[in-house]
């Protein structure tokens, strides 16, 4: 992924407020360095952030042989996993989970909007 790339997934609409969480799952090709955006979200709370997140991973991981969707499966249903990201986003950190299958990357994350990035 490019630093322009980076930059322009990181742009957030303007009124959001320091408790939002800026979300976001994209695709990406380290072969080719292409990035595709698969959808983003500004939720209003950390918990509201983590259920996109795991509904994105559903739909990807329907897509994906079962062998490469384990992972995010598995993540969808890791409660201590997600308590551990809650806690993360409620101190304004980023949070993020990176699958693969093959030759794409999948990267889906939450910014807090009041936290430095």
């Known amino acids: 992924m490019t630093a322009h790339d980076q930059q322009t997934t990181r742009r957030l609409p303007l009124g959001t407020t320091a408790a939002d969480c800026w979300c976001q799952a994209i695709a990406y090709t380290p072969a080719d360095g292409r990035t595709f955006q698969l959808g983003h979200h500004l939720a209003s709370t950390p918990r509201l952030a983590m259920r996109w997140l795991h509904g994105r991973a559903r739909d990807i991981a329907d897509q994906l042989d079962p062998t490469a969707a384990r992972p995010a499966r598995h993540w969808i249903h ?27 990357r999948y990267i889906l994350s939450a910014h807090p909007t009041g936290s430095p990035r």
């Not at 890791?78 to 794409?104: I, M, Q, V, W």
Request: proline share 4%; charged share 30%; aromatic share 8%.
């Open 78 to 104: 890791d409660h201590a996993e997600n308590e551990r990201a809650l806690a993360t986003l409620a101190r304004g950190k980023p949070y993020s989970f990176a699958l693969a299958e093959e030759a794409t």
